[in-house]
């Protein structure tokens, strides 16, 4: 096993460079989930260019100084937390913690538990997640806090589609329309998976653009797995802060994108690779940045 | 008379309204969060004087606690407020997963709890929300027993790091506490000394159990009141110290029997030095419409039921 150094992060690193580190952070999620044998890779992978552009890209934050406050610097929050390994490689790869500690996902006495936590102290997590629906109510929380504050810095979070079925997820969006929070930019990952088959057969959301424009939010849509759409959704997001709306992305992605036998199915939600299958997905993603 | 005279009647609710105005004048972090509730739980006069730190989340109590959880990132002290029963069983996974389980610094207010709450009935009259809270890893769980000393713990949980749960009422209830008392979190306070048995009490009926002293002691037994306002962390040395000394317990309590006060000082008790004990508590029911008293006479939580569970208590020594 061989540890890498942390990737710095950069305003300008450019779209070939950040798909490069998608595809280490893709091989991160592979590896991680078939170590435990557990885990959620489909979600996982089907983010991990939105990951990769949040934490290379776009969030100003300065991962030597992580605290809990974060005061002056852009916050995230993981409101889905069981796509916890994308989450994990792009903390380590951004310098948050030890590369070679993503070998200890969902292992006894380890810092990266299942779903991410406080509770071990890892730093870049600043809230337990993973009983859903709750995420948005927190971001909002800390965007008024930075309001109270002073900080014009932004707090992003992350949900799945699955997960808008949680009667919160509308109390909060009702909430931060309502109270003009204008620091927050939500995404949904709109995979239209869920554990037990597709959103649309388990419990549909009809018109998603149009339930969050009626709930007063400014809604944006991109390809979640198209690395130059992404970073224009950002940057159009961001410039539409500060304008009385939240700011909603619906993002569209395939459920285990990147590992060809993970696309197109609910199946890989959340199981693992077996060693076969673990070397099929990774003959699949270019080691760019040394496998931890 | 009992050496606690009733300084006044007032509600404990009014005692947290007190109290969080006079944070909000010496501690620019604390910050409370309503779900329409606010003249009900006494914050009309924080939200007049501090606006900007006071948030209207209307009736959306799980949204509440997310917001609360998310402020105490970047170092607000927020002071949720709505009924017993929305604050606890409504929000519990809230609660577990944002605040305690993420141990955040919030503190979760809640007004109108147990029989109390009079004529509303069974579906505001949370019975089991101390249990609920108890349960929870980290969760600091206060009951005050008055106006006054309410008052005194909404200022000193502002002061204490990490997720508190204060439990007040509705009524009218007497005054009895000085406000020269001190209140530390986690310190029991010996109201009587005695030494025949030891009353253990909470919350409204602490003033039911000074009555139930003053009672005991024309027919002669000498029983010791103490008033454990903080029930987690339980100070299990003065709950020792007593029941070394008397030898029995009764604990008193508005809530259900499963899970409160009583529970807490058994499994001190049995752990420790196993003592007889009875309960005057809610005996596994809900509650229903009525005044407080006429529901504290009718659930056994009066002053009588604390005298006859001394009598039995004693026999079993």
New interface residues.
Partial sequence: MTSSPSVATSPETTVSELQRIASQVRRDIVRQVHGCQSGHPGGSLGCADYFTALYFHVLRHDPAKWD????DQD?F?LSNGHISPVWYSVLARSGYFPVKELATFRKINSRLQGIP???EGLPGV??????L??????????????K??G?DKLVFTLHGDGELQE??IW??A??AA??KVDNLISTVDYNGRQIDGDVDDVLPLGDLKAKWLAFGWDVLETNGNDMDALLKTFATAKSRTGKGKPVMILMRTEMGQGVDFMMNSHAWHGIAPNDEQRASALSQLEETLGDY | MSSYPILDQKDTRSGFGAGLLELGRSNPNVVGLCADLTGSLKMDAFQKEFPERFFQVGIAEANMMGIAAGMTIGGKIPFTGTFANFSTGRVYDQIRQSIAYAGKNVKICASHAGLTLGEDGATHQILEDIGLMRMLPGMTVIVPCDHNQTRQATIAIAAHEGPVYLRFGRPKWPVFIPNELPFEIGKAQRLIEGTDVSLFACGHLVWRTLQAAEELKKNGVSAEVINVHTIKPLDVDAVLASVGKTGCVVTCEEHNRYGGLGDAIAQALATHKPAPQEYVAVNDSFGESGTPDQLLQKYGLDVPDIVNAVGRVMKRK
Wanted: avoid cysteine; glycine fraction near 20%.
């Fill in positions: 809990m406050d974060g005061k916050l929050f936590t406080t509770h600043r809230m337990a997640s993973g009983s629906g709750q995420g948005l109510s927190v971001g909002i929380g800390a965007a008024l806090a930075k109270l504050n900080d009667g919160q109390e909060a009702m909430y309502g109270n």
